[in-house]
């Protein structure tokens, strides 16, 4: 990936994203749970790490991107390590919870499943989530067509040899929130096919800003979004067989 497009899309991850992290997390622990060791995959600038730290007391953000590390969010209970979780050499059997918010798609590999089961401990829960913008109202405003992603916001591992990881839980749900215009154009810079095509309609410095003042004005928007994740059970052991057997 071209380093200057990631310096460009952490510097707009880095000053907004909408807080739905969250939203999706309360959904999976219903009820208060502190996990002790949590490894978040894929965690960018590091907004999907700030958001398990009422879930757990150490968390290691793993990040691929150098660029978005610079600007991940700090904090005493957050460790960044800029690394594969294919290459890295994390501890096994170590991690109770590890997350993949909006990673999983492209990391997915049956050596980074393998990867998942050493480094798990017993019992350990292993969360895919992600949530999809509806950004198509402003897109269809701004008059600007894209080209067809391939990205799928449902990736999980149902097509990898998963012998020990037990689905416990699907979940799909509709949300909505408010956002600033700046939020709103954070969020569109954010996103490269979306950035790109802005940045040819509208080549002139300031250009873009003027034409969106002149569609939306200052006001606040609605976005609409679908949140979902599958939720696994880690289960190495087999089970053990009654003595009668």
């Not at 992600?130 to 198509?136: K, N, R, T, V």
Request: hydrophobic share 35%; proline share 4%; glycine share 4%.
């Amino acid at each position: 990936m071209n380093d200057l497009y990631n310096t460009s899309t952490a510097k707009h991850y880095q000053a907004y994203r909408p807080s739905l992290h969250q939203n999706i997390l309360k959904s999976v622990f219903r009820k208060s749970k502190i996990f002790d060791q949590v490894l978040d995959v894929g965690c960018g600038v590091g907004h999907s790490s700030v958001a398990l730290l009422e879930y757990g007391r150490n968390i290691t953000g793993l990040e691929i991107s150098a660029a978005m590390l610079e600007k991940a969010k700090t904090h005493k209970n957050i460790q960044y390590i800029c690394g594969s979780l294919t290459q890295y050499p994390l501890p096994s059997s170590h991690y109770d919870l590890i997350t993949f918010a909006g990673s999983l798609f492209y990391a997915k590999s049956q050596a980074l499943l393998n990867e998942v089961m050493r480094i798990s401990k017993e019992e350990a829960i292993i969360l895919v989530y992600d949530f999809q913008l509806d950004l198509s109202p402003i897109l269809s405003k701004l008059n600007l067509i894209l080209p067809e992603s391939n990205y799928e916001h449902d990736t999980d591992f149902s097509d990898l040899q998963a012998s020990f990881l037990h689905l416990r839980e699907t979940y799909v749900s509709p949300t909505s929130f408010i956002c600033s215009p700046s939020e709103i154009i954070h969020v569109l810079f954010a996103e490269k096919p979306i950035a790109s095509a802005i940045n040819q309609k509208y080549p002139k410095s300031g250009e873009f800003q003027y034409h969106w003042n002149q569609l939306f004005g200052e006001e606040d928007l609605k976005l609409r979004a679908e949140l979902n994740y599958n939720k696994y059970l880690v289960l190495k052991r087999p089970k053990s067989q009654s003595p009668n057997h």
